[in-house]
């Protein structure tokens, strides 16, 4: 009789990532009625509402019991969120080593002698928590919740010296043209993740990937047919085994209770596309940190509107400069809004704050999705068959939308070579005419992108079904904690 097997994952702290890391813990257990999964949590100090509400909007099941949260205690309060997002993330995942360490001797007091620990399952910034797992005798995996192609990237940050002669951060305002394993086309060093155009940024990127060579083994969250180039080119016999399981989403997503604040808007939003026609209405979001300056939102407002398109626009209100912390809605957009917008486009639009973004991309009334390009809104946007304008804003985003406009003929370009920081700093303007051409391009009814997309949709679909490519991948993963 196979033995009880247990997995401690270790996401990165955010909302974000817990659910990525909920969903791939409830994909796992599903499969193997003898494995329970241990989730440790980590608090921002600035993000912990959401966190809270979505563990407790968890609804119990069989699967779910088998999957127990630990928060772990405060992170030191001499943490400075104002200090560079590079800087403060270390430091914040360090910190609590000693909690991890606290919680895993906890655990294996409290666990019978039959049950066994087979791994640590971390985010791709907590590699310093491989040491914890040393420590307690257990091999570590990853759960890369980004592509395969940025993946690529990472591990190839030291070759990206040896090839060019220059440190990756050097290639800021560059017009180099990049050659990477993971990219059929030559990368154009202007969608470079803005964390390896800062010094430090890439110092600590190259930490992480000299330390994912000690993984037994990484999770990613792509599937082959999507792609199947960027996996190709990791099996290179030097990374570690890759298997890809996604997509992973969260699909039965339940944001707040029955009667709350946010139920009511989802319930206003939903009726309001109701009485929209099939695939017509552009929505435009830009993920749990997307905001703009006073001055992009008088362009995306009239971009809008010479567009002469349908759309919901998640319109959120920036934190105070200096400060890394989730974007709140308007009192009254009004305030920021071009005069007589709303008036104007009372027929054709609706401006809200907070989305449900899973329930609007599933509605029929939405024909096209301008987004940031974070990979789990990339993915949603594919399962539901809705082609994308890459607008990025951070992160790894301005290489996703490269990968999704230029290597895979998913997705319309806005302008990838956006950016800003997480402080609020907006460089550039992106110019209304640019968001009208996108959007009109966007939206065209059988244009070659839209026809790939619903392609793409199906074959994430039948990836995660029984022999399915991702399906088997995840069964191989099974197998090899297994041993």
């Known amino acids: 009789?196979?033995?009880?097997?247990?997995?401690?994952?270790?996401?990165?702290?955010?909302?974000?990532?817990?659910?990525?890391?909920?969903?791939?813990?409830?994909?796992?257990?599903?499969?193997?009625?003898?494995?329970?999964?241990?989730?440790?949590?980590?608090?921002?100090?600035?993000?912990?509402?959401?966190?809270?509400?979505?563990?407790?909007?968890?609804?119990?099941?069989?699967?779910?019991?088998?999957?127990?949260f630990i928060t772990l205690p405060q992170a030191a309060s001499d943490i400075d969120t104002r200090k560079s997002p590079n800087a403060f993330r270390s430091q914040f995942v360090e910190s609590h080593k000693p909690y991890v360490k606290d919680a895993i001797s906890k655990l294996a007091e409290s666990e019978s002698e039959s049950t066994r620990v087979a791994g640590f399952v971390i985010d791709m910034v907590c590699t310093t928590m491989i040491d914890v797992a040393n420590d307690f005798g257990v091999p570590t995996y990853m759960f890369f919740t980004s592509p395969?192609?940025?993946?690529?990237?990472?591990?190839?940050?030291?070759?990206?010296?040896?090839?060019?002669?220059?440190?990756?951060?050097?290639?800021?305002?560059?017009?180099?043209?990049?050659?990477?394993?993971?990219?059929?086309?030559?990368?154009?060093?202007?969608?470079?993740?803005?964390?390896?155009?800062?010094?430090?940024?890439?110092?600590?990127?190259?930490?992480?990937?000299?330390?994912?060579?000690?993984?037994?083994?990484?999770?990613?969250?792509?599937?082959?047919?999507?792609?199947?180039?960027?996996?190709?080119?990791?099996?290179?016999?030097?990374?570690?085994?890759?298997?890809?399981?996604?997509?992973?989403?969260?699909?039965?997503i339940s944001e707040t209770e029955v009667g709350s604040k946010q139920a009511q808007q989802k319930s206003n939003i939903l009726e309001w596309l109701d009485e929209q026609p099939d695939s017509s209405v552009v929505f435009l979001c830009f993920g749990s940190m997307g905001s703009f300056g006073e001055d992009q939102v008088r362009e995306i407002a009239s971009g809008l509107e010479q567009s002469g398109h349908r759309f919901l626009w998640s319109l959120r209100q920036p934190p105070p400069k200096g400060i890394i912390a989730s974007p709140s809605d308007y009192s009254?957009?009004?305030?920021?809004?071009?005069?007589?917008?709303?008036?104007?486009?009372?027929?054709?639009?609706?401006?809200?704050?907070?989305?449900?973004?899973?329930?609007?991309?599933?509605?029929?009334?939405?024909?096209?999705?301008?987004?940031?390009?974070?990979?789990?809104?990339?993915?949603?946007?594919?399962?539901f068959g809705v082609p994308v304008a890459a607008w990025p804003v951070y992160a790894e985003q301005q290489l996703n939308a490269f990968e999704l406009v230029r290597e895979l003929g998913l997705a319309v370009e806005v302008n990838m070579e956006y950016r800003r920081d997480l402080y609020g700093e907006y460089p550039n303007v992106v110019k209304a005419h640019e968001l009208e051409r996108g959007i009109k391009e966007l939206m065209e009814k059988d244009s070659d992108v839209r026809k790939r997309v619903k392609d793409m949709s199906e074959k994430s679909k039948k990836a995660l079904m029984v022999g399915g490519s991702s399906y088997n991948s995840l069964g191989r993963f099974l197998d090899q904690i297994s041993l």
């Open 1 to 68: 009789m196979k033995q009880p097997t247990k997995l401690v994952f270790i996401p990165s702290a955010g909302t974000g990532h817990l659910i990525s890391a909920v969903e791939m813990a409830k994909l796992l257990v599903s499969r193997d009625e003898k494995l329970f999964i241990t989730v440790l949590i980590m608090k921002l100090p600035f993000e912990s509402k959401g966190t809270e509400a979505y563990i407790s909007s968890l609804e119990s099941s069989p699967v779910l019991s088998r999957i127990n």
């Open 148 to 252: 395969a192609g940025f993946l690529g990237l990472v591990l190839n940050i030291q070759t990206i010296r040896d090839v060019y002669g220059k440190h990756v951060s050097e290639f800021k305002g560059s017009d180099a043209e990049l050659t990477l394993p993971t990219f059929v086309d030559s990368v154009p060093a202007g969608v470079l993740p803005s964390v390896l155009l800062d010094k430090d940024g890439a110092k600590a990127f190259l930490g992480y990937a000299n330390r994912f060579r000690e993984l037994k083994g990484i999770l990613i969250n792509t599937f082959v047919e999507l792609e199947s180039h960027a996996l190709d080119s990791l099996s290179d016999g030097k990374t570690p085994p890759v298997y890809p399981v996604g997509p992973i989403l969260n699909l039965k």
């Open 332 to 383: 009254d957009p009004k305030a920021v809004l071009p005069e007589g917008f709303l008036d104007r486009t009372a027929g054709i639009g609706k401006v809200i704050g907070w989305a449900p973004q899973v329930a609007i991309l599933a509605h029929p009334a939405v024909g096209g999705f301008v987004s940031h390009c974070g990979w789990n809104s990339t993915l949603e946007s594919l399962w």
